[in-house]
């Protein structure tokens, strides 16, 4: 059981660039999430979905973009790449039901440098 | 501004002793407050979590200690093994909150065969 895989595990990219950060989950949760590990700030919220076509902003979602198109699949996209945006992401995905608070289930992390 | 505060930023014990991490909160609202545990190189994982109708939960070596009227709660680890040696994240969540997670800034924790 895969559980939460993101790729890549590694990535420099210029300032300006963009690029996408991918998230798939094989354990058919309704919501997934996308956070950002700084140091000395703990995890932060980005952007967050409870199902196929619905997404909301966290905290900190300025320069990021996501789409929901599957269950399976939370990408997170970067517009134009700052240093800023230098941090370990991590994708989550939890059963959703409304009414009660879930496991949340964290991938391994994409660490992402902007030079 | 940081919604769960975390405290100490880092704790290193001998093998065999209780480290204890403790978080407090604000926002009267959450009512789901779980620990997770994360190793160098890995994401967080769940460790053990407490809703506020109780005021202690037990699992295993980790007992988790809430307190609602001071908006605190703590992590206890008995028996601690290098093995244990991880940074440990409280967070909180809210009902209405579609499982979103505010972190803690998290502990570092050495535990000294």
């Known amino acids: 059981n895969a559980g939460v895989t993101q790729t890549p595990k590694f990535q420099v990219l210029k300032t300006g660039q963009s690029m996408t950060l991918q998230c798939a989950q094989d354990m058919n949760h309704e919501y997934m999430s996308w956070y950002r590990q700084d140091p000395g700030m703990g995890l932060r919220l980005i952007h967050y979905s409870v199902g196929a076509g619905i997404t909301d902003q966290g905290e900190v979602p300025n320069g990021y973009n996501v789409s929901r198109s599957t269950t399976e699949d939370f990408p997170l996209r970067l517009l134009s790449a700052a240093p800023s945006q230098t941090s370990v992401y991590f994708c989550?995905?939890?059963?959703?039901?409304?009414?009660?608070?879930?496991?949340?289930?964290f991938g391994q992390g994409t660490r992402l440098t902007v030079v | 501004q940081q919604q769960v505060k975390q405290s100490p930023q880092s704790l290193i014990v001998q093998k065999g002793g209780i480290p204890i991490i403790n978080c407090a909160y604000e926002n009267t609202a959450f009512d789901y407050f779980p620990w997770y545990q994360q190793f160098p190189g890995k994401g967080p994982a769940l460790l053990i979590a407490i809703r506020p109708d109780v005021s202690e939960k037990k699992e295993g070596r980790f007992t988790i200690s809430f307190n609602k009227s001071a908006k605190q709660f703590s992590l206890h680890i008995m028996d601690s093994q290098p093995g244990d040696s991880a940074t440990y994240f409280c967070?909180?969540?809210?009902?209405?909150?579609?499982?979103?997670?505010?972190f803690g800034t998290g502990t570092r924790l050495t535990v000294i065969p």
């Open positions: 989550a995905s939890s059963y959703y039901f409304g009414t009660a608070n879930t496991e949340a289930f």
């Open positions: 967070a909180a969540s809210m009902q209405t909150g579609a499982n979103n997670l505010f």
